[in-house]
């Protein structure tokens, strides 16, 4: 995935926020870029959170070798990828299609990989929630039979 030069993140500009769920403790790096992150209340079912992006034309991917990610559907936007890796950080497991492992099947699936500029703040965050942070997991299908379309 190519990168930008670094500069600094400006932060999100909040549309719409709840005061519902429980507010999860963002250190204060990741709370000045995204604002309050709120989850529900832990209940007897998982939850499951989707992020991706799109064209306005609902174009998920170029499908194009070697553009084949969300980057250049995103314009390679840092703030993207910060919000990826926040929910990352977040998440106890990181799902992804046939189609992007395929597609780039080196890829280190974590929030660390996603953003490291933000890696501790990502760590920090991970910590405080009691969450197993693991920066070296990747997903390896080298000797699996998987089916990509």
Do not use: C
């Not at 549309?15 to 429980?22: C, V």
């Not at 989850?39 to 070697?66: E, I």
């Not at 990989?113 to 990747?138: M, N």
């Amino acid at each position: 995935m190519p990168r930008r030069a670094s500069t600094p993140l400006a932060p999100l500009q909040k549309l719409f926020e709840t005061k519902r769920g429980k507010r999860l403790p963002l250190p204060p790096n990741l709370a000045r870029l995204y604002g309050s992150l709120r989850m529900p209340q832990p209940r007897t079912h998982p939850y499951v959170l989707s992020n991706f992006v799109t064209t306005m034309d609902g174009v998920v991917s170029l499908n194009v070798k070697g553009h084949a990610s969300g980057g250049d559907i995103s314009g390679f936007s840092a703030q993207d990828r910060m919000v990826m890796g926040l929910l990352r950080a977040i998440a106890d497991v990181v799902i992804i299609g046939a189609g992007t492992l395929g597609a780039d099947r080196q890829h280190v699936w974590t929030a660390r990989a996603i953003f490291p500029e933000l890696a501790d703040d990502y760590r920090r965050l991970s910590k405080a929630l009691g969450d197993f942070y693991d920066s070296s997991y990747r997903a390896d299908w080298s000797d699996q039979d998987v089916p990509l379309g």
